[in-house]
């Protein structure tokens, strides 16, 4: 991994300030820019599951740390971390999940995004996820350091 930039000369994404619209309704923002040169990186969306792949123990907030920590493992092993994320698409299972969701992302995102302008996100409620006891499931398209050409990874 010597090749990977450190996280202070990455590309990070930038929020567009856009006049005449509302402001977002939760820690989102209305659009989001991807520094010129940037190569960008879809992350299927990740699971509450342990390495085996079986669903963890344990209630929404524990299923929702796990899996913005397999989000942050899958970008921390391209080089880069949550910041670097430009857009979020959210499932769960459940709408009574939507307020537990806004109140565990509001512990945790101040983390990466410290002045509040966190990226696009897309909150859907559907039927289920893959599994039944799978409550949430998040996908993510991030700013990441330049792959390397002559391997599949960073």
């Not at 079986?54 to 899958?74: R, T, Y």
């Not at 979020?88 to 410290?114: C, G, N, Q, S």
Request: glycine share 6%; with cysteine.
């Amino acid at each position: 991994m010597a090749d990977v930039p450190t996280l202070d000369v990455v590309p990070r994404p930038r929020v567009v300030d856009l006049p005449g619209l509302p402001p977002p309704v939760g820690l989102y923002s209305h659009a989001v820019a991807v520094p010129v040169g940037a190569q960008l990186v879809t992350i299927a969306g990740q699971l509450a599951v342990d390495a085996e792949g079986e669903p963890i123990d344990g209630d929404f907030a524990d299923q929702f740390h796990a899996v913005v920590g397999a989000l942050d493992a899958v970008l921390q092993a391209m080089g880069t971390d949550l910041a670097a994320v430009c857009k979020f698409t959210t499932y769960l299972i459940d709408p009574d999940d939507i307020a537990p969701f806004y109140e565990e992302r509001a512990k945790v995102w101040p983390r990466w995004w410290p002045d509040g302008r966190a990226p696009a996100n897309t909150l859907l409620v559907v039927q289920r996820l893959v599994r039944p006891e799978l409550r949430i499931e998040i996908e993510a398209i991030a700013v990441v350091p330049p792959l390397r050409e002559d391997t599949n990874h960073a």
